[in-house]
């Protein structure tokens, strides 16, 4: 006599999910910072390498951002 198992002790597989971390993440991440930056925060545990390149694009372009201040404030 075979016992049944109950769903306590069914075993699932863990789900998967894709997670490439391509450039066009880092690309949306510097054309739109903020959706860098929100992306990042959603992701950095389910996505971490999709999350990264998102966090990296948004880093670029707070940079650029930063630099173009400075050079609108000496007049170059």
Known sequence: MSKKPNKHQEHQPAQTLRDPGGI???ILGILVAP????????WREKR?????????????????????????????
């Open 35 to 42: 959706a860098g930056f929100i992306l990042w925060f959603l």
């Open 48 to 76: 971490p390498k999709t999350a990264s390149m998102c966090l990296r694009g948004a880093g670029v372009a707070l940079l650029i951002m930063v630099i173009n201040l400075i050079v609108m404030q000496l007049g170059i």
């Open 24 to 26: 066009s993440w880092a």
